[in-house]
Each structure stands twice: as structure tokens, then as C-alpha cells.
RNA sequence: UCCUCAGUAGCUCAAUGGUAGAGCAUUCGGCUGUUAACCGAAGGGUUGUAGGUUCGAAUCCUACCUGAGGAGCCA
């Protein structure tokens, strides 16, 4: 049964093409002006803002009372004429005919997020309602779009969904950054922090694979760009080897950005980005290897040496004269997880690479070649100190048909904080999942 | 885990060791074109917690709690 409205129902984003029409709109109360006999209701339907109009003298007693004595985030359902209007934000306005005021938010309890300034700790701990504020709407706006472009992008490049699971028996990787979970039996499981393993076997099945979901990381950082649950996408593609790897995440950052330009340019807007930036996108990349990364910081002054891995403060240098991504690969060996193959020509180093975006974001894809022989996978192993029984299935992958392949994955959630400008990570998801914070 | 900073009205912030303040929000009054409207008035406080110094503490000291920024860690 659909909630019955005394004109045609539209949304706000529909206005511009119902000019001259009564029609009815759904929402809340985003602000209100008044001045005795005329006010100005805002109301927001999730597709945006329209001011409204209502006039004493057109409208029953009753109905112009509860509008200008209407309180903030209230719910109603307004009917009226719809016409151009330059004096309104937004170019539409409507005059109010009707109004049925769904729930009244009560005075001595009001909405908690007024239009003025909030600090981060009183936000955070109304996240529930702080998603409604413009800001933070076209952010995840702009979140909704980059994941159908991900979704676009691999779906019409040959690439199958299978995602991999969320309960896994062991580390994919490291040891000490997994979540722990009480399974059935006494036994114990782990959140995933990557699905990699799984999509090397899905990868031998379809040829070209992504899994994409959230992933989770035990780690106790507390930065602007960390949390504990994310989202990552990550494809795999057999007979690939690092070049291969390193194309597909050109080309899908490439192609997601334009996305965004295309379709969320409302969004940017409301969030003040500077696209000109975003336009600069273009194939090709940067690249550079590792080393010549380390002598390139090491001019520009930082204390890395040959074997250590880039800081935040490193990734910022490294992009800071650059107008798109940067890509870096050929890792030293000691620092890149097991699974990685090296260089034939230079057994020091491993096929991997980083993608780090310009502007200060950091490092938004991690991947590389993976090690495609069964002796050099069991030697990293227990250079690694992992336990091989662990690791038995993964290991048929290298008895039965092994071949070069490779992939990378993508952290959502620093994408879109890339694409929106955001100062801060914990925006560009719903509910974020931080060292300190689990609620709302 | 470490370093730095902060905690005062519902919110954002003031207040030389000497009477607890403003703006917004709320309530009441005014205004027929407002743009985070404006004008007038009212209500609203155990200054994060526990100790200590002092004639006197929001202010100084100690511990703890909470948060923020950063470091380390980080696929």
C-alpha cells in the first residue's frame, strides 16, 4: 500500500519537470524563515532541498499556523504549485496549497543538528542523524556512485563476481591485525582482511575475477585514514602478470573518476571540490620503481632508506608535484606479504605495486604478481614463519595448473575521500568503524 | 602503545586565581520575500570525575575518564 498524497507525488530531484503542476512532495523539515504572515518552509526528500512558500491569506488558519510553528526534521507532506523561481536556493519553489504534518518533532526535545557548527565527538555520536546534513548526503552520494562504476567496470571487462568469505580459518597475510571470533566447537575464526587467497582459486575457475565487500583490520591506528571495517574491491586475472595488473587499475581509477565527474558534479559542489583536479585524471599515470621513489624522497629530504616502507608524510612528498596518481612498483622483498613473485632479474625485490593519489590520499590500491611456483611459495612460507598446513589448499592452486597472475585491491572508503576532498575517512561511510568508536 | 592538545548551558565557544558570559537552539512577542533571515524578551550551569594547594579554583598541581590531532603499526 503506497501513503496516499492529495496531488501527483514527485521528488524534489523531479521539480524542474513538473513547472506550472500541483503536485504533492514527501519529506522533512530542512529549515524555516518566517516573517508574520509569510514563511518559508525548507524541505528535503533525500533528493534535495525546495523551499517552499506559504502565504496567511491563501491558506486556512490552521494550516499556515502548524507550518510557521513547525520544528526542525519534522516529517509532512506538502501539496502546492510548482514554479521557477530565481529568490529560491535551488531555482524551484513551491506555494503551499495543503499541508499534512506526519510527526511533529516536539519543542522541548528538539533535533539535535542545528544548521550552525558542530564539533567532531557531538557529530560522531549522532551519525544516525548527521547523514541527513547536505555535506554528508552528497558524500554518500558520490560513495553510491563510485561503487556502481567499480561494479561497471569490472562487469563489462570480462571480470565475475564471486565474492569470497568474511569468516576465514587463518591470516591471509600478517597474524596480529585479524579479529577474532568465537565459532562453533570452541573453534575460532577470523574476519577477513582480504579475499585474495580465495580469489586466486576463483580466478583458476573464471579466468578474471573480483570479490567486493567489507574487509576488516585489527590494527590499532588511529589516523585520518583508517578504519577497522571497509569495504575493498579486488580483482584477480590469470595469465597476467604485473604490467597486466598494473592497466586494469589505471584504467578502472580512470574510469570511476569519470563517472563521478559525470554523474555527481551536484555532489562535488555541495562539497566544494575542486574538479579541475578530478579532470586531471588521465592515462597515463606516473610510475616509478621503488628505488628510484626512495632516491626521489630522500632529495626532497625524508629518512627513508633503501628497505623501509613509505610513511603518510613519504606518500605526500611523492605525489606533492604531481597531477595524477603515482605508480610504484618493485617493493623490497622483506617488506611485501609471502605470496608475492619476485623480480627474475632481481630476487631483492617483488612484483608489486602501489597506487598512490595525488593530493595527500595516500596509497588507494595495493596488488601486484603473485608467486606462481609451488617451491618458491613453500620457501616463503617458512621464511614468513606461517604454518604450511594452513595454507594446504592454497598451495594446490600451484600443483594444478599454476599460471602467472595477479591483482590488486581497492579500499572504497579512500577513494571516495579522494574523489570528495574530505579531510577526514570516517565520512565516506555510513557508520564508520574506528580504534575507538563502534557506535551509533 | 607513545606524544601533543582539549573537556564550561542542548550546540559552538568566551571568562588576569576574585559576581558564570555570548551567539545559535528552545519558549514568548514583532515583521508579506526570507536566503545558516532579522529585531525585542525569557528560561537554561554540581565548569568531565576524584583529590590537593589557596582566604578564595573554570583557571594552579596530581591521578583517572572521554575526545581530537599526530607517531608507530598498516593488506
Redesign the pocket.
Known sequence: MSVETAAPRITIAEAGKHVGETVSIPGWLY?L??????C?PQLRDGTGVI?C?A???NLPEETFEALK?L??ESSLIVTGKLRE?S???GGY?LDVEQAHIVQRVP??D?Y?I?????????L?DHRHLWIRSRRQHAILRVRAEVIRAIRDYFDSNGFVLVDTPIFTPAAC??TT?LFEVDYFEDQKVYLT??GQLYNEATAMAFGKTYCFGPTF?A??????R?LTEFWMVEPEMTYADLDDVKKVAEEMIVFCVRRVLDNRRAELKELDRDVSKLEAIQAPFHRMSYDDAVVKLQAKGSEIQWGG?F???DETLLTEDLDRPVMVDRFPTGIK?FYFETDPNRPEVALGVDVIAPEGYGEII?GGQRAHSLDVLLKRLEEHNLPKEAFDWYLDLRKYGAVPHGGF?MGVERFTAWMCGTE?IRETIAFPRML??TRP
Open positions: 529549515n524563515r518566517r516573517s508574520g504572515k509569510i518559508f523551499q512558500v502565504v496567511k491569506s510553528n520544528t526542525q523561481e529568490r529560491a536556493p519553489e519543542e522541548d528538539p539535535p542545528t544548521p550552525k557548527e558542530h564539533g567532531t565527538d557531538f560522531m597475510e600478517g591485525t582482511q582480504s583490520r590494527e590499532k591506528s588511529k589516523t585520518r583508517h616502507d610513511g603518510n608524510a606479504a595495493g585491491g577526514h575507538y568508536r
